[in-house]
């Protein structure tokens, strides 16, 4: 169950930043949204970024370290999934936000 407690110490919101920072970049975003299709190898999201699988794999890395997504190896390849799909929420009220402003 998700505490809903209000906080007041310091290292909680820097926790949600680090999330946050996580999530502000327009390759991660894009990764994100396509793994909210379902799982992929890295070397299909390399096509879909238009970058070089490192480039990649670090913006991934960002986003597991951040508890986001999480990777199977398999043979050569890893494979990404969301972790915990509710962040689609957040992006479904970004959205809200953004079409908000556009009136």
Not at 33 to 60: F, P
Request: positive net charge.
């Amino acid at each position: 169950m998700l505490d809903l407690t209000p906080r007041t110490d310091k290292s909680f919101f820097e926790e949600r930043a680090r999330i946050m920072k996580a999530l502000a970049h327009p390759s991660r975003l894009l990764i994100l949204d396509e793994l909210s299709r379902g799982e992929r190898c890295v070397c299909d999201l390399t096509e879909l970024v238009g970058a070089d699988i490192s480039t990649v794999s670090k913006h991934l890395s960002q986003l597991k370290k951040a508890g986001i997504v999480e990777d199977e190896r398999r043979g050569k390849w890893s494979w990404y999934r969301l972790k915990l799909p509710c962040v689609l929420n957040f992006f479904h009220c970004v959205d809200t936000v953004l079409h908000a402003k556009r009136r």
